[in-house]
Nanobody, 127 residues
């Protein structure tokens, strides 16, 4: 059974940092890119960052470039999202998902690319 579990969320003040983890099992982690998405109340789910499996290339949404960094540890079947300089508008539930497509600037967060989704973790940034 494919499982993805996002964790590490919490309440933080603006300007603070958090590191999210996406722990996975039930599939060959090395064969999949992983993406992070988020969804704020009343908003559509949006892509945040993704990382390829083959070469570790990454792509970040403009809204988080220079503040968030995605990485993966293939030995632990885990992907991380290091979030710094957090803003109140980063408040959302964050989800991770698998993709069998290379993470690149060409439609990096197209929903049809992402097959398995985990439960989210809440991130709340206070002003």
């Amino acid at each position: 059974e494919v499982q993805l579990q996002a964790s590490g969320g919490g309440l933080v003040q603006a300007g603070g940092s958090l590191r999210l983890s996406c722990t996975t099992s039930g599939f060959d982690f090395d064969d999949y890119a992983i993406g992070w998405f988020r969804q704020a109340p009343g908003e559509e789910r949006e892509g945040v960052s993704c990382i390829s499996n083959s070469d570790g290339s990454t792509y970040d949404a403009d809204s988080v470039k220079g503040r968030f960094a995605i990485s993966r540890d293939n030995a632990k079947n885990t992907v991380y999202l290091q979030m710094t300089s957090l803003k109140p508008e980063d408040t959302a539930v964050y989800y991770c998902a698998t993709a069998q497509y290379h993470c690149s600037a060409y439609t990096p967060f197209a929903r049809w690319k992402y097959r398995y989704w985990g439960q989210g973790t809440q991130v709340t940034v206070s002003s």
